[in-house]
């Protein structure tokens, strides 16, 4: 946890200190976001993105010109993984995960042009539910896996302004640090270990 306040503290303070080389005034404006996720688990051993949810949240823009700015949002989102059969095999074994986070991103924008924009950042994100499906029977709480409280991640985004108050956004984030505890591998590497990987689709509704 103290490690995700001081990359926050680290991030907040550097685009400050670029955003006061301009003489501007400071200008927030609120946005609406909802959508989908598609999203995968690094280290489940099933790869694809192939477990779809929601998400839904605010945020606030912050910036001194139109080609920069700071925005800081919390999302409801919902990630995860799905084994998909291969019944044309014989194999019928189905099962999914489903994990809900408030994602807390805080993402420096640059516009490089007036209706697009692209950003990167910093994403902690609080777990609010762990759920399994193993039988098909609907979900359940998660049994034999034990997730940390906090998924530490980074963020890359991009958007573009359809009209004066509505923007279609697509975000990509990952898990930077594991979210759970994996057994001992034969060789360790980065996809050792669970992580979260998540695209989302996104229509923004901006105010003000």
Same mark, same amino acid.
């Given at each position: 946890?103290?490690?995700?306040?001081?990359?926050?503290?680290?991030?907040?303070?550097?685009?400050?200190?670029?955003?006061?080389?301009?003489e501007?005034?400071?200008?927030?404006?609120?946005?609406?976001?909802? =959508?989908?996720?598609?999203?995968? $688990?690094?280290?489940?051993?099933?790869s694809?993105? !192939?477990?779809?949810?929601?998400?839904?949240?605010?945020?606030?823009?912050? +910036?001194?010109?139109?080609?920069?700015?700071?925005?800081? =949002?919390?999302?409801?989102?919902?990630k995860?993984?799905?084994?998909?059969?291969?019944?044309?095999?014989?194999?019928?074994?189905?099962?999914?995960?489903?994990?809900?986070?408030?994602?807390?991103?805080?993402?420096?924008?640059w516009?490089?042009a007036?209706?697009?924009?692209?950003?990167? =950042?910093?994403?902690?994100?609080?777990?609010?539910?762990?759920?399994? #499906?193993?039988?098909? !029977?609907?979900?359940?709480?998660?049994?034999y896996?034990?997730?940390?409280?906090?998924?530490?991640? =980074?963020?890359?985004?991009?958007?573009?302004?359809?009209? #004066?108050?509505a923007?279609?956004?697509? +975000?990509?984030?990952?898990s930077l640090?594991?979210?759970?505890? +994996?057994?001992?591998?034969?060789?360790?590497?980065?996809?050792?270990?669970?992580?979260?990987?998540?695209?989302?689709?996104? $229509?923004?509704w901006?105010?003000?």
């Open positions: 946890m103290r490690l995700v306040t001081s990359c926050m503290l680290a991030f907040v303070c550097a685009s400050l200190s670029i955003a006061q080389t301009q501007d005034p400071l200008r927030f404006s609120a946005r609406l976001h909802g =959508g989908f996720s598609a999203t995968q $688990v690094h280290g489940d051993q099933i694809g993105f !192939n477990k779809f949810g929601l998400c839904a949240g605010a945020s606030v823009d912050i +910036r001194r010109s139109e080609r920069q700015g700071v925005q800081w =949002g919390i999302l409801y989102t919902q995860g993984s799905r084994r998909v059969p291969d019944t044309k095999n014989g194999d019928f074994n189905s099962w999914r995960y489903r994990f809900t986070y408030i994602d807390m991103p805080l993402i420096r924008t516009n490089p007036p209706e697009w924009w692209w950003g990167v =950042g910093i994403q902690p994100s609080v777990l609010v539910a762990a759920e399994e #499906d193993f039988y098909g !029977n609907g979900y359940s709480e998660l049994s896996l034990e997730l940390n409280a906090v998924d530490f991640g =980074g963020v890359l985004q991009v958007g573009y302004m359809w009209s #004066d108050k923007a279609l956004e697509v +975000r990509l984030s990952q640090l594991p979210i759970s505890e +994996r057994p001992d591998q034969p060789v360790q590497r980065w996809d050792n270990f669970m992580m979260n990987m998540a695209i989302q689709w996104m $229509v923004t901006r105010l003000g």
